[in-house]
């Protein structure tokens, strides 16, 4: 027996596909249609990027590990030097793309659902509109394998394309970190690789995933 599913909807919705009003013959074109043997950028890369990776490494060790702000000093490309602000849980740390440019990061971690957010902002602290999210999956449930599974969405704020606190900038900084937008995609995974090579390499050689160091306040 089904289930009395958008029986409030009264007409056909536009762009809604499915088997009671497209049968698989109709369907099937569509779907074929969409899988491209060549997508252009902005279709791939345009509102959204998300990456992801297999890693050979407890999902629980890796999660905590993610959940402290300062492993980003650890696997991203560019952000170095964190350190805690007056305000709790709020890091400034500096991101050499812009050359001395400050960065402000607050994590939020779910440990039920291994998401960790990390919410960022250049040149001020008050607005973090960056938003990169993450979710750590026990790979044993999805791949049938130990490890875990990393997923990470950026999305495009519109805050990309015009910088809204000017007035915080350095005054001779050429760029805007959206400047760097097109290349998100290809250097997000190239931090993902980072975080898989470094976090394998400590469970392999039996350390803590979660260095020493970071332990110390």
């Not at 490309?77 to 709020?90: A, M, Q």
């Not at 990169?132 to 490890?147: F, N, T, W």
């Amino acid at each position: 027996m089904s289930l009395p599913a958008l029986e409030d909807i009264v007409e056909p919705i536009d762009g809604v596909i499915r088997i009671e009003t497209s049968p698989r013959q109709v369907a099937t074109p569509i779907i074929m249609e969409m899988m491209r043997s060549v997508y252009p950028h902005d279709k791939v890369f345009g509102e959204y990027i998300t990456v992801n990776a297999y890693i050979d490494c407890p999902p629980d060790e890796l999660f905590e590990y993610l959940s402290d702000t300062r492993s980003l000093e650890e696997w991203t490309y560019s952000l170095r030097g964190f350190t805690p602000t007056d305000e709790p849980g709020l890091w400034r740390a500096y991101d050499r793309l812009g050359d001395q440019t400050e960065i402000y990061t607050r994590t939020e971690a779910n440990p039920v659902a291994r998401t960790v957010d990390y919410h960022c902002a250049w040149d001020q602290g008050k607005h973090l509109w960056m938003v990169y999210l993450m979710r750590v999956v026990d790979a044993q449930l999805v791949l049938d394998k130990p490890g875990s599974v990393v997923l990470w969405t950026n999305c495009h704020h519109p805050f990309y394309d015009d910088n809204p606190y000017p007035e915080t900038a350095p005054s001779k900084r050429p760029v805007w970190v959206g400047d760097f937008w097109d290349m998100f995609g290809a250097g997000h995974q190239l931090e993902l690789e980072n975080l898989k090579a470094i976090a394998e390499y400590r469970h392999r050689h039996g350390l803590p995933v979660t260095p020493s160091w970071m332990g110390i306040r």
